[in-house]
């Protein structure tokens, strides 16, 4: 049997895009794998939202979703669904929180979603002594990946710059640009994909081919 791959999202900033990353992940997988979406950020729970909108549309194909409570709600989960699925997405509260070392501890890959401003850079080094604190314990592969990007504006560039020095972190080469796709997508029980926006289409399906290629 294949081995589960999991797959975290932590950030302790609101609104950088760790819901939008999860969901466009976990819906796109979906389409190949058999997938499990834990939603860790409660009581907001946008990703069991999402999910669950997905589901009364038909939508939800191979893709399941739960929710943790706390870190050893998560644990446990994990632990007892871990074989009924190819892939687990891990969707992290946005605070430095019990629930984001159990992630950072189980994760095969750590995604760190950072939108285009000098606040999420900044307060993404905040993340860096868990990530530290956890490869003392085990190998951690935690990369970046840009969210509402403006590749081709002069702050996201020294941004982008500014991050590569600060937080030393690998950044995916994907990004998920700055889109309406991605907003209504995230509300409707879609994927950005399926928004009929070719740009976000591609930026997402690309997203996802880089994940599978790192997760061999």
């Known amino acids: 049997m294949t081995k589960t791959k999991i797959i975290g999202l932590a ?6 895009g760790r819901s939008t990353v999860a969901t466009n992940l976990a819906g796109e997988l979906a ?6 979406l834990i939603d860790c950020d409660l009581p907001q729970g946008t990703s069991a939202s999402w999910a669950e909108l997905r589901r009364e549309a038909g939508k939800a194909g191979r893709l399941r979703a739960n929710t943790a409570t706390d870190h050893r709600d998560l644990v446990a989960k994990v632990e007892y669904l871990r074989d009924t699925a190819d892939y687990i997405i891990l969707d992290g509260p ?6 984001s070392r159990a992630i950072l501890a189980m994760a095969d890959l750590c995604l760190v979603p950072v939108g285009a401003s000098a606040a999420e850079v900044w ?21 970046l990946i840009w969210t509402r990007f403006r590749a081709y504006t002069r702050i996201a560039q020294e941004l982008a710059e500014e991050a590569d020095k600060a937080l030393q972190l ?8 700055y889109r309406v ?5 995230l509300g409707q029980g879609k994927t950005a994909a399926e928004m009929g926006d070719p740009e976000a289409r591609n930026e ?13």
């Not at 080094?125 to 935690?142: Q, T």
């Open 204 to 216: 997402v399906v690309g997203m996802v081919a880089e994940i599978r290629r790192i997760m061999r």
């Open 181 to 185: 796709a991605y907003a209504e997508a």
């Open 11 to 16: 950030q302790v900033k609101g609104g950088a």
């Open 123 to 143: 307060a993404t080094s905040d993340l860096l002594k868990l990530i530290e604190d956890a490869k003392k314990i085990r190998k951690v592969d935690a990369r």
């Open 94 to 99: 946005p605070r430095l929180a019990e629930m």
């Open 31 to 36: 389409r190949f794998h058999d997938v499990l």
């Open 170 to 177: 690998p950044a995916l080469k994907a990004i998920l640009g």
